[in-house]
Nanobody, 124 residues
Framework: QVQLVESGGGLVQAGGSLRLSCGAS????????MGWFRQAPGKEREFVAA????????YYADSVKGRFTISRDNAKNTVFLQMNSLNPEDPAVYYC?????????????????WGKGTLVTVSS
């Protein structure tokens, strides 16, 4: 069992930056692919980014590519999401998740553990 707790959300001006963190407790953090997802009001949850077991492989949704960076520190059981150039399309609750690679083309299908989310708000 793995427990995930996100932090770092908040209010930021458009064009600004935030860094989200997700701390994991439990066993074998390095044995899980870690991902970030988000859900805006009235919309379905969507994939944002994922990072492989060692941190060497990263994957991004087209909407955040070049602006967001996912990374992990296996020694600290933590995964990060650095978000730059935030825009009005980015506000959402951001969820950390852990599991395996995408299944049937969907990253969420491979995720087994989920955090409760942290809210990101962008002011124009």
């Amino acid at each position: 069992q793995v427990q995930l707790v996100e932090s770092g959300g908040g209010l930021v001006q458009a064009g600004g930056s935030l860094r989200l963190s997700c701390g994991a407790s439990g066993r074998s953090f390095s044995g899980y692919v870690m991902g970030w997802f988000r859900q805006a009001p009235g919309k379905e949850r969507e994939f944002v980014a994922a990072v492989g077991y060692s941190g060497g492989n990263t994957y991004y949704a087209d909407s955040v590519k070049g602006r967001f960076t996912i990374s992990r520190d296996n020694a600290k059981n933590t995964v990060f999401l650095q978000m730059n150039s935030l825009n009005p399309e980015d506000p959402a609750v951001y969820y950390c998740a852990g599991g395996t690679q995408a299944i049937n083309g969907a990253w969420s299908n491979g995720m087994r553990y989920w955090g409760k989310g942290t809210l990101v708000t962008v002011s124009s």
